[in-house]
């Protein structure tokens, strides 16, 4: 089965899927294999749940009739079809990577442009190899845009999502020290994110920059399409208001209030704002957008426990990330502990880049600090720290912490969200 063929069955399928228990009447499976199991064997299962077709890689598998088509490679089949189809499509594609803010800032401009546009956009943080491929197999003829965020942590992965995706309109959030590990450290972030920009101006398309960035400004010194804003006198300015420990932005006088904490969203929703007001969104649509939008997803999330206003940042850490969070949170009013996890993927900087953070972190006024995770624990000093997240929930449950304002924050892997419910 050739990719040419086959599309012709996916423009009459439901959806793409590659988890064998979310198959729906009329969709299409990838079968995806593990190191340790064969996908192929749940084939036949997959057709009679109703699918309209399966790929798989093991030939014995196969069955035509059935319409069970085998691919040497399920991957490469589904990059290839998610390539075929986006050359099919004739609307706006955004592309946006960077350090941190990601995946907030990508909710924000779907939540602006959705205004006044149908868009689709990546869920949740399918922002990989497969995660693209699959955004891209989501856009149906009713959508009249997309947003795709990509994420990396080699060189080289944005090239290759690029050119995958071919986006027409392109931002980098920030360069950070986000998988120094895979990178080879800061010089490697920016060359590994800004191989977006090599994209987008190789192809003469768009790039939306924060013109108070000067990376962002170097990389892209001299040329000419760009969508800045940033400073009074770029194309878009907008002035930061704080309010109730929330961010939002003035736009000619008007205010736009968000739920998110932490000045550093301040850019995620200028980066929104200006993408809306590029495309035409009116800003009293922009401001309603941007005053509806509630994070659940466990990124600067807000959450009120009795009398107690929890900061619930857990998805992702690190050093960054964490420097501005815990920054912003020592401006919060009232007491304040925080619960920091081990921000992970650091390699041979992980030792210092932790104990610079429990440096910053005792130079600030918090009543209580407590960590958790062994590279914390290694560094740690002075402060109450354990090994594991399942530590920490022994000890909450025998220990009240008395701060108006808990923050937590670390990496996914520290699944800190966990202890949430035994705080009291």
Do not use: W
């Not at 959806?15 to 009447?25: A, L, N, P």
């Not at 960077?98 to 990508?106: D, Q, V």
């Not at 999330?301 to 619930?312: C, N």
């Not at 740690?380 to 022994?394: H, K, M, Q, R």
Request: glycine content about 6%; charged content about 20%; aromatic content about 10%.
């Amino acid at each position: 089965m050739n990719i040419s063929e086959f599309y012709t069955l996916y423009l009459t399928a439901n959806k793409v899927t590659i988890d064998s228990r979310k198959i729906e009447e009329n969709d299409v499976f990838f079968a995806f294999s593990g190191d340790n199991f064969n996908a192929a064997t749940l084939a036949e299962d997959a057709i009679n749940k109703g699918a309209k077709a399966v790929i798989v890689e093991d030939k014995n598998f196969e069955n035509p009739a059935k319409n069970i088509f085998y691919a040497e490679s399920t991957l490469q089949f589904l990059q290839e079809l998610a390539k075929h189809h986006r050359a099919q499509l004739n609307i706006p594609i955004i592309a946006l990577t960077g350090s941190n803010g990601k995946t907030t800032t990508k909710e924000l401009i779907h939540a602006v442009l959705s205004q006044k546009f149908n868009v689709q956009y990546t869920f949740g943080n399918l922002n990989n190899h497969i995660g693209v491929p699959l955004t891209l197999l989501s856009i149906k003829p009713n959508h009249e845009m997309a947003v795709v965020e990509m994420g990396a942590n080699h060189q080289k992965e944005i090239e290759f999502l690029c050119q995958i995706a071919r986006p027409n309109f392109g931002y980098i959030t920030n360069f950070g020290k986000a998988h120094l590990e895979g990178f080879g450290g800061v010089d490697g972030v920016i060359k590994g994110k800004s191989e977006l920009y090599d994209y987008l101006i190789s192809n003469d398309q768009f790039i939306v920059i924060n013109e108070n960035d000067p990376i962002q400004v170097e990389k892209t010194d001299g040329y000419d399409l760009i969508i800045p804003f940033g400073r009074r006198d770029s194309e878009f300015y907008f002035e930061q208001m704080v309010e109730n420990n929330c961010v939002g932005l003035i736009y000619n006088e008007v205010e736009a209030l968000s739920h998110l904490t932490g000045e550093y969203n301040f850019t995620n929703l200028c980066a929104a704002a200006t993408l809306g007001l590029y495309f035409g969104v009116e800003f009293p649509l922009i401001k309603k957008a941007i005053e509806e939008y509630t994070p659940t997803n466990m990124r600067s999330q807000i959450v009120k426990k009795g009398d107690k206003t929890l900061v619930l940042d857990t998805y992702n850490a690190n050093p960054s990330s964490m420097k501005v969070s815990l920054e912003n949170f020592n401006q919060f009013a009232g007491s304040k502990t925080i619960i920091i996890g081990d921000m992970l993927e650091l390699g041979e900087d992980s030792a210092s880049e932790h104990s610079q953070i429990l440096e910053l972190a005792k130079s600030l006024s918090f009543d209580q600090i407590i960590t958790v995770g062994p590279h914390f624990k290694n560094a740690e000093a002075g402060v109450t720290s354990f090994l594991t997240t399942e530590d920490l929930i022994e000890f909450l449950k025998e220990t009240t912490i008395n701060s108006e304002n808990i923050l937590l924050k670390a990496s996914r892997g520290i699944a800190l969200e966990k202890a949430l419910e035994f705080i009291k």
